[in-house]
């Protein structure tokens, strides 16, 4: 019976101290893969960082179209095509030399 319990105790006790710095270990690698401040998350991070790049590159395309439109309109002068693409597009309404063309709501811009 003695022997039984020193060779229980000397395998048992190893087994669980090994387990148990097993389980830490593994823990602490989990949380720095997966964790709040892990590699996955500089990685999702880096992507919506890049994602928003390209909307404020985006962002400023339409800007710098809407400036060109409007310092059309700006000032004194009026340009006669703005004015009239505006008023046509207001209106609804069309000159008689005009084509126009029916796009499909997948289509339109």
């Known amino acids: ?58 962002l400023k395309l339409q800007r710098m179209h809407w400036e060109s439109r409007l310092a059309l309109i700006k000032g004194n002068a009026v340009d006669a095509d703005i004015l009239d693409e505006e008023a046509r597009k207001r209106l609804g309404r069309v000159h008689k030399n005009d084509v126009v063309i029916f796009l499909q709501a997948s289509q339109a811009p």
């Open 1 to 58: 019976m003695h022997r039984l319990r020193v060779f229980l105790r000397a395998l048992i006790l190893p087994l669980a101290l090994y387990t148990a710095a097993g389980v830490t270990a593994a823990y602490f690698i989990w949380h720095g893969v997966n964790g709040q401040r892990g590699l996955k998350t500089g990685e999702e991070y880096e992507q919506k960082l890049e994602q928003l790049r390209l909307e404020r590159n985006l």
